[in-house]
T-cell receptor, first 111, second 113 residues
Framework: DTAVSQTPKYLVTQMGNDKSIKCEQN?????MYWYKQDSKKFLKIMFS???????INETVPNRFSPKSPDKAHLNLHINSLELGDSAVYFC??????????FGNGTRLTVT | GENVEQHPSTLSVQEGDSAVIKCTYS??????FPWYKQELGKRPQLIID?????GEKKDQRIAVTLNKTAKHFSLHITETQPEDSAVYFC????????????FGQGTELSVKP
């Protein structure tokens, strides 16, 4: 009965590879997000989708491409991975201007 | 855009003492201020939130205060326990941002038994 679930939990890959992270929420929320948490624990928004429509894109390199097939899913595809992409990526959802519900995170390590 | 500053970055207290974490925000239009607790290796979880039409809110040992004029808000934890040890984040958002939360830098709270 996990509210926001994302897979995989860990992702270890080499520079230059392409990888995807999947996210699903069963809360019925209209808005979903991707946040990046760096090694200093700073949480920064990357993207936001509302009912499958992109509403926030926070100057993220175009190697990152979010896709929302429906309002319950928001996936993140990353092309040509770089060392600096190593971080924990959190998916989240919310309804209107209310609390975010985070997934458990995907720890991405690029070697 | 909105900027949220959080202090201190680390805080160590003895069990039973109080802990206070402070945040300031830059955009006077911000009207929603949640606080999140993130335990090691886990996801951030909401512990309390406050809206701009309220000055203070309490939930058991946790309270949050908001000063709109000064644009700052604080988290107060009383009678701290070792399980309160975690990283705490403040955040701010406003209605026309699609729910986008801007987070502070985080405070690592350590409660020593």
């Amino acid at each position: 009965d996990t509210a926001v679930s994302q897979t995989p939990k860990y992702l270890v890959t080499q520079m230059g590879n392409d990888k995807s992270i999947k996210c699903e929420q069963n809360l019925g929320h209209d808005t979903m997000y991707w946040y990046k948490q760096d090694s200093k624990k700073f949480l920064k928004i990357m993207f936001s989708y509302n009912n499958k429509e992109l509403i926030i894109n926070e100057t993220v390199p175009n190697r990152f491409s979010p896709k929302s097939p429906d309002k319950a899913h928001l996936n993140l595809h990353i092309n040509s991975l770089e060392l600096g992409d190593s971080a924990v990526y959190f998916c989240a959802s919310s309804q209107d201007v209310r609390a975010l519900h985070f997934g458990n995170g995907t720890r991405l390590t690029v070697t | 855009g909105e900027n949220v500053e959080q202090h201190p970055s680390t805080l160590s207290v003895q069990e039973g003492d109080s802990a206070v974490i402070k945040c300031t925000y830059s955009d006077s239009a911000s009207n929603y201020f949640p606080w999140y607790k993130q335990e090691l290796g886990k996801r951030p979880q909401l512990i309390i939130d406050i809206r701009s039409n309220v000055g203070e809110k309490k939930d058991q040992r946790i309270a949050v205060t908001l000063n709109k004029t000064a644009k700052h808000f604080s988290l107060h934890i009383t009678e701290t326990q070792p399980e309160d040890s975690a990283v705490y984040f403040c955040a701010a958002s406003k209605n026309n941002q699609g729910g986008k939360l801007i987070f502070g830098q985080g405070t690592e709270l350590s409660v020593k038994p």
